[in-house]
């Protein structure tokens, strides 16, 4: 219920204005103050939303660089379509089942943009198109703990489920005014349970259900497997960095008044920090723990950071937003070795990254936000958790026993893009 409570709030506020200055001309100036309103808000979503999208730009990319030679294309192919399925099933389901209303889902209906109406405070189709890249950012979170074992197809149906059923009734007890919201007044400002742990605990239990690739874990010992592009992988993590200003920025959903354009500043400089907190943490925990510094950690500890602050970007001060960013950093460093030794394999550390630091930066809220309480988040964690690994065990588990989720060995060997999409991207190395 924020959503429309924040949008409307802005457009009055403005309204007021020239109410006071002007008497008798208020309806006049009212009316364009609340077209203003109408401009500022619809161009934010709008902003943020294409900011978010290029967010899985730096997913592809980030993944592309973290798996073999042999795999690259196939992560490309798995990013560009999980997308596309995201604004489909986001749009034939998702929208209404988020927003429909209710106290756990709305209702099952194909969205239906409504015309121009400057009482609502924005476009609909702005509102939908930011919401959509949010589906889709979840999405995105799977696609890297299973990569280069599992099969192109059980792997878009999974998707098009998540998308169009799991996530939005997860985000509609919050988002939606649903059960979360009216009950336990739990809070989540951009998502770091309702968006980035609602993907881990998906991926999770498809690694779990998948398996590990051949030669992970041999007679008890980790044999690392290396990326092929660790350029690549910087860059797709700059690009998350960049995309998340919107993804943080955006939510705050108006940006009508002044008090609205200063939060988004905050909320912009509250992410970064949170990100520089935790590549620094990863560098120096990786040294200290290593006695050399682990590129890849840096790279998921600025995403750690990143996912931490999500939950609540605009009431900490900075010297907060990089305490909890620098310790969302060192639990997902924590949490990788963590998970060798469970037998998780996890290709991207997406787990320890969205899963580990979004239930973090959850359960931290009530430190600068009054509003909301430790047992309120602390049920909506667990809420979320058990749905969304109970949905998604049954629904991997039936994709398992019915058309198969993972390559045969062979074709792991080889690698999923001679087999499955037939385009190398390093044709150079292809065995590599």
Known sequence: ???????????????????????????????????????????????????????????????????????????????????????????????????????????????????????????????????????????????????????????????????????????SWEWGGGYLDSKWAFSDFAGSTLVHSTGGWAALIGAIILGARKGKYVDGKVNPIPGSNMPLATLGVFILWLGWFGFNGASQLAMGTITDADSIAKIFVNTNMAAVAGVLVAVLYTQLRYKKIDLTMALNGALAGLVAITAEPLTPSVPFALLIGGLGSLLACLTVPLLDKLKIDDVVGAIPVHLVAGIFGTLVVPLTNSDASFVGQLVGVIMVGVFVSIVSAIIWTILKVTMGIRVSEEQEYDGLDSHEVGIASYPEFVNG
Do not use: H
């Open 1 to 171: 219920m924020r959503k429309i409570a924040k949008i409307m709030g802005g457009a009055a506020a403005i309204a007021a204005i020239p109410a006071l200055a002007w008497g008798q001309d208020a309806p006049t100036l009212e009316s364009l103050a609340a077209n203003d309103a109408f401009v500022f808000n619809t161009l934010l979503f709008l902003i943020g939303g294409f900011l978010v999208m290029w967010m899985a730009a730096g997913f592809a990319m980030l993944e592309a660089g973290l798996v073999r030679t042999k795999n690259v294309s196939m992560q490309c192919l798995k990013n560009i379509s999980l997308y596309s399925v995201a604004g489909l099933m986001f749009w034939v389901l998702g929208y209404k089942l988020m927003y429909g209303g209710g106290t756990f889902f709305g209702t099952f209906e194909i969205m239906s943009f409504t015309a121009e109406d400057t009482d609502s405070g924005y476009s609909s189709y702005s509102d939908w198109f930011f919401q959509m890249v949010f589906c889709a950012t979840t999405a995105s979170i799977v696609s890297g703990t299973v990569a280069e074992r599992i099969k192109f197809w059980p792997f878009i149906i999974f998707t098009a489920l998540l998308t169009g059923l799991i996530y939005p009734i997860v985000g």
